[in-house]
């Protein structure tokens, strides 16, 4: 029994002195006045469908034509596609479509982009926007102003690289302007002005060139472009390509859509495979936000 009030004496004088030091640190980690860093929000997907799976059965037979007729076995594995090659199908995926017949061949080919910022006062989505610009610039579009989302901290840069800081170099790939669609909540959409529009019935209006003018569109994701460009192939046979590439978020989504004529006198059709391209886009814009 002696003992017992040095015990209680020792244990008193312990928690006093712990008590003493955990005040001391706290205060002097505590930094008055200091701004809280704001952290940009993630994107609004964190997948990606699966490429050879996004276009639908109906859809294929009518851009792939000369598919029917191939025996049933060929027939199969042409609808299934060629999935890309790639080492992280969270962050990209693509699949390509084939077929011949005796007139063409026409190609299809499907690509989702998901993008990520490294950079915390940069948004994906703002990120995205940077990299479908440079696509659109590449295009031959005008290059778009992307306004940082409200969450970014306003003194980054929107054109500069997110993962260097660095600006974006207009000539180091593709992008457009406003998409006029509706974008997801808490986002902005990057306007631009559009190139002059072609009437898409193969005329091409004053200047020939006009049928190939890259071109905004309208109603396809936050933002998206048309390209058209006719080119002779090896064999000199006219390849024409129509690309579409929309943003939707943080993810960009390329559909180009070709079709390489069997006669080298005969060439491709802009306005069919124009609207082909644009309604296929549309449809993966709109089961992407399902």
């Not at 244990?11 to 712990?18: D, E, H, I, M, Q």
């Not at 699949?95 to 063409?104: L, N």
């Not at 309208?218 to 390509?241: C, K, Y």
């Not at 449809?283 to 399902?290: K, Q, T």
Request: charged share 20%; with cysteine.
């Amino acid at each position: 029994m002696a003992y017992v009030p040095g015990i209680a004496l020792l244990a008193a004088l312990v928690a006093g002195c712990t008590g003493g030091s955990g005040t001391e640190d706290a205060t002097a980690d505590a930094k008055p006045g200091t701004p809280a860093v704001s952290v940009a929000p993630p994107g609004k997907y964190q997948t990606l469908p699966e490429a050879c799976r996004s276009v639908s059965m109906n859809t294929l037979k009518q851009l792939l034509p000369g598919v029917a007729d191939l025996p049933e076995d060929q027939r199969e594995r042409a609808y299934e596609g060629r999935a890309s090659v790639t080492y992280d199908t969270d962050r990209k995926v693509g699949c390509t479509w084939q077929a011949r017949d005796a007139d063409s061949t026409r190609t299809l080919v499907v690509d989702f982009e998901r993008v990520v910022s490294y950079d915390t006062s940069v948004s994906d989505e703002d990120s995205a926007a940077v990299v479908y610009g440079k696509k659109a610039e590449a295009a031959g579009l005008p290059a778009p102003s992307v306004t940082p989302s409200s969450s970014a901290d306003p003194s980054v840069d929107p054109s500069a690289d997110p993962s260097t800081g660095a600006s974006a170099d207009p000539s180091a790939a593709p992008t457009a302007s406003d998409g006029g669609g509706v974008a997801p909540q808490g986002s902005t959409s990057p306007t631009t002005t559009a190139s002059p529009t072609p009437n898409g019935d193969g005329s091409g209006g004053d200047d020939a060139s006009d049928e190939l003018a890259p071109r905004a569109l309208d109603n396809i994701g936050n933002a998206a472009f048309l390209d058209d460009s006719l080119e002779s192939g090896g064999s000199a046979a006219q390849r024409r390509t129509v690309s579409v590439v929309f943003r939707t978020s943080n993810v960009v989504v390329t559909v180009r859509y070709a079709e390489q004529a069997a006669d080298a006198d005969d060439v491709p059709e802009s306005a069919e495979l124009q609207e082909k391209a644009q309604s296929l886009a549309h449809g993966l814009d709109e089961s992407i936000n399902e």
